[in-house]
């Protein structure tokens, strides 16, 4: 019998490999609603683009011309995709007359025990409002220390990921825990008032998109942020780990129902989690904000021991 003869596996074959399973991603990511596990694929738009950026270079060097191509073609693709985040932002001058603040957003992981990480981190920022989420009862209790910065909180400490609290140097108006979505999770809502402006502060962590269930339970819990929003009559701040990234239509579904703008739109890309996992960091923590709300500044707060690292968004309330 003749022999057969199997071909040797080369590096550009390789190469090619993992090309094409990321060209396949890329297009999944755009059939996102059909499918969660397809709009999980949707999430990687800055890897894809990385690696199918890379990989068109060496097939180009390799004079593997067609593959490079088509690499590079979908490479593009992704890439349009974050140029709302990558394009040059002007940060906001400060309006005076205009009451200035500084709110925080940190996931700091219902496992985490490492409070004097979280406090000095607290310290250091020096926030006017702060929305915990994963917030246990633990915590809170060693974050007691604290009232004489923050004497106004509402929290609702939980053994799971989705206790939360907020602390405000601010009087709390119409604070409120309220449950949404069909999961019944806890939103913390809360009116603020300075210089004779007034604003919503909303904190949100719907459930990650993990199975079919709890991604439809994330999607209607952010139908329900966009209804409230829209039902708000003064500017509104929403914080929050949405579980999702920009790249997901579900994002921009929130954003377009509810009137929103996303904080790091021309400032970067900004990825949030996880912190352990620098390779596949994703943007899923949010800082957006409506009409009436001016974003001087954003950026990503210190390590905390947490898989997530803080959100720190400097702004203005310019109307009421």
Known sequence: MPSSKTRPVTLSGLLIAAGVLAVFATLTGFAARFWW????????????ALALGFGALALLAWRRYRWAVVFAVFALVNAATLAPRLLTGVEAG???????????LANVHSDN????????MLVEVD???IVLLEATPWLIEQLSDLTNRYPHRIAEPREDNFGMALFSRLPLLNAAVIRIGPAGLPLISADLESGGRRFTLLG???PPPIGAEMAQDRNDQLTDLARLVRQARQPTLL??????????PYFT??????GLQDSAAGRGIQASWPALWPPLRIPIDHALYSAGIQIRHRQLGPAIGSDHYPVIVDFQVSGS
Do not use: C, K, M
């Open 113 to 120: 025990r490492d409070h004097d990480r979280i406090r000095r």
């Open 239 to 248: 914080l929050g780990d949405l579980n999702l990234s920009p790249w997901s």
């Open 204 to 206: 949100a962590h719907p």
């Open 94 to 104: 400060v309006n005076a007359g205009h009451p200035a603040f500084r709110a925080l």
């Open 127 to 129: 926030p006017d409002f």
């Open 37 to 48: 596990v397809f709009e999980l694929t949707s999430h990687f738009r800055v890897q894809y």
């Open 253 to 258: 579904q929130l954003l377009t129902d509810a």
